[in-house]
Nanobody, 124 residues
Framework: QVQLVESGGGLVQPGGSLRLSCAAY????????IGWFRQAPGKEREGVLS????????HYADSVKGRFTISRDVFKNTVYLQMNSLKPEDTGVYYC?????????????????WGQGTQVTVSS
């Protein structure tokens, strides 16, 4: 059974760091596009960053460039989201997702399978 499980969320002060994990079950992450999304209270879900399946290239939303990075551990079948210099506006539920249908993850709309999410709160 295909499953994505996020962990690592929590409460952090502005300027702090968190590392989120997304463990995959039932499929090999290395062959698939992986994206991280977030949804702030009262707002629509937005794409944060992603790794394409076709060439492994990464894409970052402007709001997180220079602060967030994505990486993969193929042995643990896990993707990580390292978040540094966190701001209150980074608060939200963070989801990892993959593309099981058509597409290589070039567009946010291609992502069609989601984890349950993990809450990140940036506050003093």
């Amino acid at each position: 059974q295909v499953q994505l499980v996020e962990s690592g969320g929590g409460l952090v002060q502005p300027g702090g760091s968190l590392r989120l994990s997304c463990a995959a079950y039932g499929f090999t992450l290395d062959y698939y596009a992986i994206g991280w999304f977030r949804q702030a209270p009262g707002k629509e879900r937005e794409g944060v960053l992603s790794i394409k399946s076709s060439d492994g290239s990464t894409h970052y939303a402007d709001s997180v460039k220079g602060r967030f990075t994505i990486s993969r551990d193929v042995f643990k079948n896990t993707v990580y989201l390292q978040m540094n210099s966190l701001k209150p506006e980074d608060t939200g539920v963070y989801y990892c997702a993959t593309v099981l249908g058509d597409g290589d993850g070039s567009r946010w709309s291609e992502y069609d399978y989601w984890g349950q999410g993990t809450q990140v709160t940036v506050s003093s």
